[in-house]
């Protein structure tokens, strides 16, 4: 058994609590009475009392609480399949992972401030299918476009700069590998959103963005780091920083952000440029922008959902209360009268 909403169970802790409160209630109230006098008048008074049934109402009315916050818990056991239509856009993100993205000039480092903002972007989606494509000297589709966006999560785990061996940063290659993979037979819009630090310098990403838009990709691009730039770290296999990158003359390797050419690939794209903040702004800007775009039907996908069983739970709570009601506070005893034997007519006669 699993729930929808876990966090009412806690509620549960009310049920001891009120029955706690009952007991304390119904001793306050004996002692009330006996502060009143003659326990024998007082005995006589409360022989009618269905004092058993007063224990099963109260035993009922706190099962019926139970029960109540269980059906608000909404319990769920079992599964069917079922056909799911979806609407929406093909949204692909096109995220650096070469060694520059580990630059801390953007807390905790660049690398990581993308990769919360793909959570945040895949949270905020609704019904939009979302795919990502992961580069630095080379590129490849990490997650083909999905509605699953936790499935899509759980592959980001392994977006970091070891997963590719060739070092370098190709934007327009990974522009390229990004507009392949959308479904050119659905009607939505697509959109590439690229997260990077801009600094490409083997291949001509303004170009590949051209022939993106000319497919009808629309491009926006999210810009990580600072014009001024720190050094570049290295790190061993387990992602620990041991030093710093070093040029042929053993000077510091300094990353920059590449603003201008960013600009220029969402000018060319027909989207917009943003620099990363801390607060994750330019993320609600985006969700504005492409919240208008064209939506199509995308394909229909079979969804396992779980079966509710809510109605139960409140159906027995229903039924314990109206028991609980029809429990009588007080039980009619008859009185135990002696019969009166008088003599018959034909008895005094005789006599």
Do not use: C
């Amino acid at each position: 058994m699993s729930f929808e909403n876990p966090g009412f169970l806690a509620a549960l802790l009310l049920v001891p609590l009120a029955g706690l409160f009952v007991y304390w209630a119904d001793k306050q109230r004996q002692r009330a009475l006996a502060r009143l006098g003659n326990p024998g008048l007082l005995a006589r008074l409360s022989k009618s009392v269905n004092w058993r049934g007063r224990k099963w109402r109260t035993a009922l009315w706190l099962a019926a609480l139970a029960l109540l916050i269980v059906s608000i818990a909404r319990p769920q056991w079992g599964s069917e399949a079922q056909q799911v239509d979806q609407e929406g856009l093909q949204v692909m993100v096109a995220l650096d992972v070469s060694q520059s993205m580990l630059v801390e000039d953007v807390k905790p480092n660049r690398l990581a401030r993308a990769k919360l903002e793909i959570q945040d972007l895949m949270q905020k989606l609704n019904g939009d299918e979302i795919g990502v494509v992961l580069f630095s000297g080379a590129s490849f589709v990490q997650v083909p476009l999905t509605s699953d966006y936790m499935t899509a999560l759980s592959y980001m785990e392994n977006a970091e700069p070891g997963v590719i061996s060739r070092p370098g940063t190709v934007i327009g290659d990974a522009i390229r590998t990004a507009t392949k993979a959308f479904d050119d037979k659905l009607a939505s819009q697509k959109v590439l959103v690229v997260m990077t630090d801009g600094e490409d310098v083997e291949t001509n990403p303004v170009d590949a963005a051209k022939e993106a838009a000319d497919q009808g990709v629309l491009i926006y691009t999210i810009g990580f780091g600072t014009p001024d730039g720190e050094p570049v770290p290295e790190t061993d296999r387990s992602g620990r920083v041991i030093g710093f990158k070093q040029d042929a003359d053993g000077n510091p390797v300094i990353s920059r952000m590449d603003e201008a050419t960013l600009q220029e690939i969402a000018q060319v794209g027909g989207g917009e440029y943003y620099r990363a903040t801390p607060t994750g702004a330019e993320l609600e800007s985006l969700l504005a922008q492409i919240d208008g775009l064209q939506k199509a039907e995308l394909q229909s996908r079979l969804a396992v959902r779980r079966i509710e069983h809510y109605q139960l739970f409140l159906a027995l709570a229903l039924l314990a209360l109206v028991a609980a009601e029809l429990i009588p506070d007080r039980i009619e005893r008859k009185s135990s009268v002696s019969p009166v034997l008088t003599p018959s007519p034909r008895g005094r006669g005789l006599g």
